[in-house]
């Protein structure tokens, strides 16, 4: 059994498995999952886990160079821009989309994390980085 880092197994392959550029989403509990998208479904009751605990476990053991986040957020959810703005402090660059164009780059992701997220437009892509 595992001591350190992602204990759910489908995570950690995920992170494992992630090339440069590649894309993972962190999702609230209401965004569509494309088909044909792996979804890792972490939600146990609404607001748990929340997307600022699962954001902050996922950049602890993932080299991200990127997030999007839909525009909305910055209106209608101060907590998720707030989060954007910590990640844009550690080094990792910053893009914001519509909500629309958030759905349809989520097709091109690896996988989906489904948290149980209840707040609007909690959701990012993380773009893999590189560690060397």
């Known amino acids: 059994m595992k001591k350190h ?14 090339g440069h550029t590649d894309s993972l989403v962190i999702a609230d509990c209401g965004l569509p ?8 479904d972490l939600a146990l009751q609404l607001g748990q886990p929340g997307f600022a605990a699962v954001l902050d476990s996922i950049l602890a ?12 957020c910055r209106q209608h ?6 989060q954007a703005e910590a990640i844009a402090q550690q080094g990792v660059a910053l893009d914001f989309v519509s909500h629309e164009e958030f759905k349809q780059r989520c097709l091109a992701a690896r996988a989906v994390i489904r948290t149980g997220e209840c707040t ?4 990012v892509i993380l773009h893999s980085g590189v560690i060397f």
């Open 77 to 82: 959810n101060p907590a998720v821009l707030a």
């Open 5 to 18: 880092g992602h204990l759910n197994r489908d995570v950690a392959r995920i992170l494992a498995g992630m």
């Open 120 to 123: 609007p437009y909690a959701n």
């Open 61 to 72: 053991d993932f080299q991200c160079e990127r997030a999007v986040f839909a525009i909305e």
């Open 33 to 40: 999952i494309p088909p044909g998208v792996e979804c890792i």
